[in-house]
């Protein structure tokens, strides 16, 4: 089974910068496409930027050219670079597999984006 624990959310000004970091238990870790999801209040989760285990990516409109997804395969950890930060990209993030069945779900780090 494997456990996702999320970090390096927090409180920034529009424009600022974060890094979201998700550490994997499990072997299988290595060869899933993983990807980062959001959720804001009264909205549905959403998946914002991915990434294959040969570390292609892919993005949401609403984040490309802002975002910036990476692994370290060797780590277990997936990363979330987000640049430019604007007060719609307030919501907790979480990262799971992008195929479903999905890992169980982790606790998921808040940003929480101010103007």
């Known amino acids: 089974q494997v456990q996702l624990v999320e970090s390096g959310g927090g409180s920034v000004q529009a424009g600022g910068s974060l890094r979201l970091s998700c550490a994997a238990s499990?072997?299988?870790?290595?060869?899933?496409?993983m990807g980062w999801f959001r959720q804001a209040p009264g909205k549905q989760r959403e998946l914002v930027a991915s990434?294959?285990?040969?570390?292609?990516?892919h993005y949401a409109d609403s984040v490309k050219g802002r975002f910036t997804i990476s692994r370290d395969n060797a780590k277990n950890t997936v990363y979330l670079q987000m640049n430019s930060l604007k007060p719609e990209d307030t919501a907790g993030y979480y990262c799971?597999?992008?195929?479903?069945?999905?890992?169980?779900w982790g606790q998921g780090t808040q940003v929480t984006v101010s103007s």
């Open positions: 990434i294959t285990s040969g570390g292609s990516t």
């Open positions: 499990g072997r299988i870790f290595s060869i899933s496409a």
């Open positions: 799971n597999k992008v195929a479903l069945p999905y890992y169980t």
